[in-house]
């Protein structure tokens, strides 16, 4: 749900605590394990594969976007269904 909410809709991680009734540090917390755990992963497979380019986390980072975008399970009507779930409701429109 926070790739989404980052990726799709664009909001800040302030954005996302007020949303989510959290501490933004919370937020912070959970992007900032979830970014490196993402790293690390993809990192590893590419390396795995023959990678050498030095520039390794500005590509991922860079080339994820348009990837995450679209994703079917970060889609602006699932991202609407997980926060009802969580009896929440984004006034948003998509960045699609």
Do not use: F
Request: charged fraction near 30%; include cysteine.
């Amino acid at each position: 749900m926070l790739i989404g909410l980052r990726v799709r809709y664009r909001l800040s991680q302030r954005e996302i605590a007020n949303l989510l009734q959290v501490h933004e540090g919370t937020i912070s917390r959970q992007t900032d394990k979830l970014r490196d755990r993402c790293l690390e992963r993809i990192q590893q497979q590419l390396s795995d594969q023959g990678w050498t380019g030095d520039e390794l986390e500005s590509l991922v980072l860079k080339e994820m976007g348009a990837v995450l975008l679209d994703e079917p399970r970060l889609s602006a009507d699932r991202l609407a269904a997980l926060l009802a779930a969580r009896g929440k409701h984004a006034n948003i429109a998509p960045n699609a």
